[in-house]
Every structure is written in structure tokens, then in C-alpha cells.
């Protein structure tokens, strides 16, 4: 089948690689504009278009992908089908019509749940234990297109974003090939969503990140992992930016001193902070204009660590 590959970020290049590899042929791929990036704002290809270009397709960057003159170039492709994932742009009927195949897209959770914009981050955050990865086809509508096929995957206490991410991207490589293979045979299957069990996730803002230490410390850890590495979720100390990394919580009766309050450091643990019902033990983080770092190794070299306190505030 010969594929029109739409991404951007780097859980994208999960499914270009494993179309890459397949039977199925990538005619070309279609990722955002670069983005300046940095303090010199040098302009930076997204993740899809840079390996795309290493496994040597033509890459269109549209500033509107729905834009009449674009859609003519895509025709020239004589392609079967598109597949999206993770592409953050809305594509109009025309778009979608354009060829016989119509738009498949590799969406990161299962359906009718987290439709929108964050669903690998929102199940972490809401401390769900499983996910998983939909393949479905596109419509007008978010993300409530009927369903190909649906792969779940268990989540680890701890797991961060990042560890997620990359099992949630290998999982939808291999079930958008297994989609396609099946689409080309006539046997895929076609299942209507149940809408009224829909729910939704938006696009992470700078007020997710905002680490509130009101909430009760297993809230807190799961925002943290959900957000981990990047864009990080941040609290301040001593009025500076403070990113956290990589936490675990303990859950115990006893409090360990005022919410957001560093009471010291387990060495095999990690740094102690207090929290609502229980202990947020620091395992990674990355002060202001620092590099991420050991949590311990970043304590003992605190000056006057004594009295210590993280807020959501300067």
C-alpha cells in the first residue's frame, strides 16, 4: 500500500520506522515547519522530518496542510492512504476524502477515552494503570472516528512520560502495519465508538506544569512523571524555577513536616520531601541553569539546606 506519512514529534518516528521496514510504501512524509529553538533560535527540523530525511523520503512542510495548492502536490503522490500520528494539525474533509483509503491515524490511548491532544500525559497524571494505543479512522470530529483495532498496555507505578512513550510508540508501529496489511486484504475491522463514554484531554499549558503542594503527594508524583523529562513539572526554591524530574511516594500516617518541606535525604531513596499523606522521595532534578542530576548529589551540595521548602509561588 503506498502510505502519505503525517508526524512530528518523536513518538511519531516509531510508526515512520516501522512503515519503513514493512511491505508498505512511504511515498513521502508531511511534518510541521521547524521551529527556532534556543537562545541563537536557530531553526530545528521536528523529529519525523529528520529521520525521514535520513531514510531518504521527500518531506513536505506545509504552513496549512489543508491549503488547496498542497492538497494538488499530495494528488501527485498517488498514494492509498494517510497516516497520522501525532501530526497537531486538523484536517478538513477534502483532506480526508483525498484518497481511497481515506486517513488512518495511531492515536496514543484507548478510545473513547483521552481524545485530544495529551493522552499519554493525562493517564499518567490521572495515576490510571493501563493505556494503550487505538488505530482508527479519521473523521471531521476529535478523535471519534470509528476503530480499527485497540492494543492495551499495563503502567507502572513509577513510569514516567518518557519510558511510556517509547513502549506506546513501538506498540503503534507494529499495529498501524498490521492495520494497513489488513486494510489492503479487505478484512479490517470498522467499530463506532461509544461517544457517550468519551473523554477528553487538551494541549499541556504552563499551569500543568505548576506544581501545587495543596494536593495530596500522590497527585503530585503522578503530575511529575507525567510530564518527565519535558517539558519537566517545576516547583520554586528560594524564589528559582526548580524542575522535578523523577519522584516515588511513600503513603504514611506520620507527617514529615509542612507540605513542600525537605526534611533530608536517603541515600539508596532519594531526597524527602513532605506531602499530603505521606512522603515525595526526589530521585531526579534539574535546578535553574543546571543540567538533570542525581536528586542526593544535587542535596549535598545545597548551602544552609536547613528549613528548605519548595512552593508554587516565588
Given amino acids: 500500500m503506498k502510505v502519505i506519512f503525517m508526524g512530528s514529534p518523536d513518538f511519531s518516528v516509531y510508526g515512520l520506522e516501522a512503515l519503513d521496514r514493512s511491505h508498505h510504501e512511504i511515498v513521502s512524509v508531511v511534518s510541521r515547519v521547524d521551529k527556532a529553538k534556543g537562545r541563537k533560535k536557530v531553526l530545528q527540523p521536528t523529529a519525523v522530518k529528520k529521520r525521514a530525511l535520513e531514510l531518504g523520503y521527500p518531506v513536505f512542510t506545509p504552513e496549512n496542510v489543508n491549503d488547496s495548492a498542497f492538497l494538488e502536490e499530495l494528488k501527485k503522490t498517488d498514494a492509498d492512504v494517510i497516516v497520522v500520528s501525532a501530526f497537531g494539525r486538523?484536517?478538513?474533509?477534502?483532506?480526508?476524502?483525498l484518497f481511497p483509503f481515506g486517513v488512518i491515524n495511531i492515536h496514543g490511548s484507548l478510545l473513547p477515552e483521552y481524545r485530544g491532544a495529551s493522552p499519554m500525559n493525562a493517564v499518567l497524571c490521572d495515576g490510571r494503570s493501563?493505556?494503550?494505543i487505538t488505530i482508527m479512522y479519521m473523521n471531521e470530529g476529535m478523535d471519534e472516528g470509528d476503530i480499527l483495532s485497540a492494543g492495551k498496555l499495563d503502567i507502572g507505578e513509577n513510569e514516567t512520560f518518557d519510558a511510556l512513550k517509547e513502549r506506546m510508540g513501538k506498540l503503534?508501529?507494529?499495529?498501524?502495519?498490521?492495520?494497513?496489511?489488513d486494510l489492503e486484504a479487505g478484512t479490517a475491522s470498522?467499530?463506532?465508538?461509544?461517544?457517550?463514554?468519551a473523554t477528553y484531554c487538551q494541549l499541556l499549558t504552563r499551569e500543568n506544569e505548576?506544581?501545587?503542594w495543596e494536593k495530596p503527594g500522590k497527585d503530585i508524583h503522578n503530575q511529575i512523571r507525567s510530564l518527565s523529562a519535558n517539558p519537566g513539572a517545576?516547583?520554586?526554591?528560594?524564589?528559582?524555577p526548580f524542575k522535578l524530574i523523577e519522584t516515588s511516594?511513600?503513603?504514611?500516617d506520620v507527617s514529615r513536616g509542612l507540605p513542600g518541606e525537605i526534611f533530608g535525604f536517603e541515600k539508596k531513596i532519594g531526597v524527602g520531601v513532605g506531602v499530603k499523606?505521606?512522603?515525595?522521595?526526589?530521585?531526579?532534578?534539574?535546578?535553574?541553569?543546571?543540567?538533570?542530576?542525581?536528586?542526593?548529589?544535587?542535596?549535598?551540595?545545597?548551602?544552609?539546606?536547613?528549613?528548605?521548602?519548595?512552593?508554587?509561588?516565588k
Fill in 90 to 97: 486538523i484536517l478538513k474533509k477534502e483532506i480526508l476524502e
Fill in 130 to 132: 493501563e493505556t494503550g
Fill in 172 to 181: 503503534g508501529g507494529e499495529m498501524i502495519v498490521s492495520a494497513l496489511t
Fill in 190 to 197: 470498522r467499530i463506532p465508538q461509544d461517544h457517550a463514554n
Fill in 210 to 212: 505548576r506544581i501545587s
Fill in 234 to 240: 517545576f516547583s520554586y526554591l528560594r524564589g528559582d
Fill in 249 to 252: 511516594f511513600e503513603e504514611t
Fill in 277 to 313: 499523606g505521606g512522603i515525595l522521595w526526589l530521585k531526579k532534578v534539574k535546578p535553574l541553569g543546571k543540567k538533570e542530576m542525581n536528586a542526593v548529589d544535587w542535596y549535598r551540595g545545597v548551602r544552609e539546606p536547613e528549613g528548605l521548602r519548595f512552593t508554587s509561588e
